[in-house]
């Protein structure tokens, strides 16, 4: 039986080494790819909610602080969102 979470119907176990760097070579990609995605979302995100103007080289006291909790909240949010994320795939894998 395979890992229904990663391909469904393929044992992993039993593919060939080369096969096995192939696929681990492409889940390392896919991750850094969605990590890049979270860290430009957030800087987009952060940045338009609390930067106000350029009339500055530095950001003000007011937007340091507002970028920081931004930060802050993204970041407790997405590990929230992935810890629900891998409970929910938890409780699927133990249903099989």
Known sequence: MGDKGLLPGVDVANLPEEDKN???NVIDMLQIRDSLKMYNSLV???FN???DSFT???LTKQEETCVRRCAEKFLKHSMRVGMRFGELNQGAATQD
């Open 49 to 51: 909610d609390c930067v």
């Open 44 to 46: 987009e995100s952060c």
């Open 56 to 58: 500055r080289k530095s």
């Open 22 to 24: 192939r696929l681990a």
